[in-house]
Each structure stands twice: as structure tokens, then as C-alpha cells.
């Protein structure tokens, strides 16, 4: 059965500093492990997943003091006030894929294993197979530069619309040998990586919803409040460190915090998470 380890979990409690009694929000619920840590200290939790397998199980789980709402967490204002919330003592966000995600062929995130080129995490948006079918050569040549940081990026999106002008590409795999093709052997990992990275922030639109988030959690942050992010790629985590520079937050974390070596062992997912918190001033 698959299982997703909450990443980095006693420091995430820690910069929280959960109050007993007090609210707080996990803008990404997933397997619903730090959301657990936070309730298990006394914590009410306001609980958000874009992705309607996520909610299900979360409700699944009949978790006292956890209210479940199945949401993009760009719509944070939005749900809190649906809610009939103000203010809450803590945000947090742990970005990107859950092990539900990158271990079901169905959802289209692994170039390991063959599945249709969908990549939602929710409902809405293009599926990536739509991306790479519809796209100009140019759109897709700067989604990933941009997104994957890709050196290749042009071949590659040259590589894509010359396959599909044979035939609509259809599955991960198929993708994932374009790109190989294209691009040829890579030393550090597979030659698909960056493109599946690409394509999955381009299709979930995750910078645009966390720059929304992180403006929500300053106007929702009670004083005092904490916010706390773990970000798992460079993209992520600059718009994190330059939204808190130039936010009212006070810093917490002058340099992100990482996870030790054992975490990384018995975790490989946890390799590239950062973490970086901040607090609301006491005006
Ligand atoms: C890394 S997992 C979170 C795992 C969770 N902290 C735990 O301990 O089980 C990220 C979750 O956030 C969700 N997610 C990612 N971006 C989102 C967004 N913009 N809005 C709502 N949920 C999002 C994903 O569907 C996924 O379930």
C-alpha cells in the first residue's frame, strides 16, 4: 500500500509552535501526516487538497478537530471566509506531489511508468497531454526553459511537434523516449526529468497559486501567527525567500532548513525539500 512520509515533520511542528486550541491551516493535506502532528498537540485544522482522492481519503479518516475542504489553495481568502474565519494562528504549506501521485500510473507524473499524459492534481486546467498537443513549438520551448530549467529546451519542443505530426502523443512513455531521443544520454538522472517537471508546473499553474497563497497568508495570519513552507524545487523556493524579503512577515529561518541524512535515507523524497518560516508581528 502506498504510504506518503510527511517531510521534515518535527520541524515543521516546531516553527509552528502550535497553540492548543488554536486554528490552522494545512493548505496541502495530502496523506494528512502533518496535519496529524498538529492536531495531536492540541491544534484545530482547517484542511485543503485540490486533489478529490487526497480529500477523499483525508475524510476517510474521521480526524476529530480536522475540517476537510477540497480546494486549490489559491482560494485560500475565499474558503476561509466561506468558512466564517478570520484570522488563524498557522499556515502551512508543503508543495508539490504526494506518493499518491508519483506512484499511480493513472495520474501521468512518472516517466517511469507507463500512463496517460494527464497531470492535474485537481480538476480543472489542460491535461499535459493537451499542452504538448496544442502548444506552438515556441510556447512549449519556453514553458521548459522556464519551468525545468531545461538546457535542452529547444530540441526538445522541436522533437515534440515533430511527433506529433505523425501522431498525437498520448502516453508518459511516449513523452519520456521523445525526450530521450532528443536530448540523448544524461549523466545525472533521467533525460524526461525536467520535462515532466516542466510540464506539471505548467499545468497545475503551481507558481501562479503560490504567489496567491502566500499573499493570503499575510492577511490571514493572526498576530503572532506563523507560516511555514517546504518547497522542492529552486523555482518554488525563490518566490518563497523573495515574498518573505519583501513581505511584513518577520523571518524565522535566516538560511532554509533542510532535512538531515537520515531523513534523506529513509525518505529519497524528502532529498530537495526546503523549508522556510516566518511570523506575523505582534502590532
Ligand atoms: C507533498 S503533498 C502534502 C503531504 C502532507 N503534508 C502530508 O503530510 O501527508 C502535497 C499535497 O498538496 C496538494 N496540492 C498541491 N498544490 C495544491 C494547490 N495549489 N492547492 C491545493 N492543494 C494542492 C497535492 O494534491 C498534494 O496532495
Known sequence: MVKHI???FEEVLEYLAVKPGGLYVDATLGGAGHTQGI???????????????????ALEMRLPGLTVVKSNFRNLERVLDELGVGQVEG???????????????????????????????GEEGPTAEEVVNTLSQEELYRILKEYGEEPRAFAIAKAIVEARRQRPI??????????????????????????????RIYVNDELGALGALLQAAQSRLAPGGRLVVISFHSLEDRIVKRFLKESSLRILTKKPVVP???EVRANPRARSAKLRAAEKGVA
Open 39 to 57: 492536531l495531536a498537540r492540541g491544534g484545530r485544522v482547517i484542511g485543503l487538497d485540490q486533489d478529490p482522492e487526497a480529500v477523499k481519503r
Open 91 to 121: 499556515i502551512l504549506a508543503d508543495l508539490g506531489l504526494s506518493s499518491f501521485h508519483l506512484e499511480d500510473p493513472r495520474r501521468g507524473f512518472s516517466y517511469a511508468q507507463e500512463g496517460p499524459l494527464d497531470m492535474r492534481m
Open 260 to 262: 538531515s541524512a537520515m
Open 170 to 199: 498520448r502516453t508518459t512513455k511516449e513523452l519520456a523516449e521523445i525526450v530521450r531521443k532528443a536530448v540523448g544520454f544524461r549523466k545525472a538522472g533521467h533525460p524526461a526529468r525536467k520535462t515532466f517537471q516542466a510540464l
Open 6 to 8: 510527511p517531510v521534515l
